[in-house]
């Protein structure tokens, strides 16, 4: 079998050769790649690596499109039996239609002489000749723009929405060249063009917008990959279009996981696009459950929007049993019964397995939707939670028009808060205070939950005030909080959510930052519950 | 001290008046020059004096005259810019004159902030950011290569059109033949062709020829600075390995930069005998760490012999068609190809200077460089000299951890004592 990674690879040629000659679509990782070559290379390449070792692909095609490519080269270099790494010019024009045509013939000639087979060029002109066109569709669609993505998360996506979700991303839009009309009498002249010639990914110099114009679209999900740099450059340029556009980012094996599902159903419904599947029922009473990383949380209302009751219990191991306690408790609150409730709506990370929910709806949704109930006027929603921080952007009718989300690491969170807690040995209320004398300006160089204890830990070494630590800390999650601020862009009203919200340092810091006030409601971890005990009761 | 830091501080808040901070920063490299040519450092050599004062200017030049200048990246064939009185500011250099003025995190947060990958290489973070704050000045064009790294293309693209500047890659192959050769030198006739636009000014070839010239005449001084470094060693300073990127790459043709290997190559051959271990650095220097900073300065414990991206092509170009020559110099640059190729420049390099160890500092978002380590490693065990990998940002402060490097230094320097 021979593998390849790119689409400008030339997959027909191989396809001569070989019928099964197989584009590498990585699925399983394992720690081979990190022995092999440094972390921080592109998560993509590492996954490759591992796919080919694993699996025994012995035979590889690689383009040098791009330096993580280049040095899986030469990490594979010597472990297989074959392996042709094929130049790929950057520009398009004559010059380089022929240097990849040369290369291409380069690479028949490599295989011939490794395998002793004969390039049968009637079967490659029958190959392109047979070539099935694809055009893309008129209707109004959710492109998929950005790096690669498996397509079974296309597939994914396409089952969460109810109109059409287009796979644009980089690997994708092979799909749709031109190969029938052999314009030149060399076949293989005729396919280097057409290949340099399709629509242009990120490493080439040509320019991709042309391509938008012939969509309709609805809205933009913008994949990156960790450690590929290339198509942030993209999406910082397109995030300023009119186009609502969703970035995410993954480790290209990970594209799956829950966290990319919270962003993708949040986006959907913020483009009113979610298929959703939800059950009204006859009853005076709605429940929304929050049921987050730190705390389970429940909001019951009645059918005038009223606040009937809540509760806030820690989530445990079990995030079903916290959400059971939860409830029973904010019905005791109530004085109400299970059947009472008309409609229960859950969110946060656990909103999936909540048995006693009738639909679930994401956090982004629903912090938008508690945040305007209690006042028309915020913009912006600033959610620092225990896990995750989130800055979202409201229109003036409390639709979510935008978002963002930290990394899936901790940095800037309530647990970064937590660890530096337990390391500075003082109670969680004691780093909420609003530091004011300024003492020494220390300065928490590290985000890191676990660089940034180490760091703590020598400065306790040094004898620094624990007061000038703490405050070093919140300025620190502040100035983490802004920098996602900053990628949404500042609109007051503001209103901060979560746990942390309750940390009057972190507030004041951000205050400081953005010269502005923030609205903290009296009770900041409900926000989201009542957002989704709004959306039971079918606002 | 406290006056540079004071100055810093004001410079990091008046980013958002983006024409005071401009003239801030100008102000500061003005200085600076002045400061060096007058009061440079007596406890550095004449030569890397020289070196330091002559930097301080190529930044002036183009920071100072924006309408003369274009943007350019480290491997820019910046001699057709030299034949016609450009001056190039080199995205590199730029961004480390920031981390010098200790404005790197805020224009690093600005780039992210902007929605640029937090895994790019910050570099080129920092010069984005400053784009973004609008502090940069704007020049007349903007030149890069798809050599030696991922990063430059889309960056020059960004910036390129949100200063509304006219902008050119040059796509070098990696594979060497006529069709490359040609394909490459067709490119550098149409940059001439862009500049004599954008500078409403005729190209002179003949001084091209003049500017080759002097840039052999550089190489073969840097070639016999080389065969000396196995036995004497001019005690340096990381900035100074630094700046040598000026003098080895951008500003390479310039008679000051000829001037400073002439001065460069009589202070090794009057300069001591080595008796410290002598380190090697691939890819760049930690110029702002201070666990390097105490072993390496000024040879106080261990001596920089130098490192690799400052000898990436010491050869002759072609002087009867300077624009072929220059093709070939740029396809044949040692970056520009596989390890093999890399690897088997850099030892012969290693063979020269003959280092007790050598070190790899694995500079953030550098997947070029850091996707070799582990490559380095093994041929670096066959030849039996002590490698280290360390892994860290030389430019955003905030991305090293001072203690755990300084553990891995001090480690490697102890095996390289007990040898």
Redesign the interface.
Known sequence: MIGYVCKYAPAKVLEVFDKDAVRIDPKIRTDTAES???P???SFMKAVLEEVLENNIDELVLT?C???M??L???L?GKLQFLY?L?L???VNN??N??FY??ICSLISAYERYSGKEFDMDKFTELLKNHKEKSLPDAELIAVFGARLRPDVIDNIQKRSNIKVQNLTCTATDKYIKLKNLEDQDPILHYAKTLLNSFPC??M?EERPEFLKDIKIKGIIYN?I????????E???L?NLDVPTL?I?TDYTDTDSGQIKTRVDAFLESLGSRRITGVNKEGKYFAGVDSGSTSTNIVILDNNKNIVSYSIVPTGAMAIDSAKKAYEIALKRAGLEKEDIANVVSTGYGRVGIPFADKQVTEITCHGKGAFYFDKDIRTIIDIGGQDSKVIRLDNEGNVVDFVMN?KCSAGTGKFLEVMARTLEVPIDEMAEVITDSGENIKI???CTV?AE??VI?LIAQNKDKKDIIHALNKAVA?KGV?LL??VGRKGKYMMTGGVAKNKGVVSEIENKIEDKIRIPTEPQIIGALGAAILALGD | MKAIEIYCNFIKKNLDNPSFAKKLINLGIGVAEKYVSYFGDRKVLASHRYLNEICMKYMRESLYNPERSAWVNIFTPTEIFHAMGVFPLFIEAYSSFMSGFFIEDVLI??A??????????SFHKAFIGAGEYGILQKPKMAVTT?II???N???F??LA?KYDIPFY?I?V???S?E??V??VK?QLVEIIQMSEDVFSQKFDIDKLGEIVKIENKTNEYRRKYLSYLSTKVCHSIMSFEMFMLFTSHVFMGRPETLKYYQKLLQDIKNAPERSKKGIFFIHLVPMWEPSFQQYFNLGENYDILGSDLNYDFIGKIDTSDPLKGIAEKLIGTTYNG???KISSHITKIIDIVKPDGIIQF?H??C??S??????YKNILKEKGIPFL?V?GDIMD?????E?QINTRLEAFLEILESR
């Open positions: 092999l070559v440094h921080n290379m592109c040098n791009c330096d993580s280049r040095r080269y030469d990490v270099k790494m130049d010019p950057v520009k010059t380089s022929k240097i040369d290369e990120m490493r110099a990156t960790k450690f590929c740099d290339f198509y942030s450059y999406y910082a340029a995030k970035k980012e990394d160089t590290s985000m660089f180490s760091e020598s100035s920098v900053d990628r | 947060d600005k992210e902030a902007a929605g640029i990958s937090n895994t790019l290489c798809s790294c991922d990063a293309l889309n960056t693209r960004y059109k890659i796509d192959p990696s594979k033949s069709n490359a040609e394909y067709d596989d390890f093999a694995c953030w978002g997947k070029q850091i996707g070799t380590a582990n490559l990998i892994d402060k905030r991305n090293n951890q203690g």
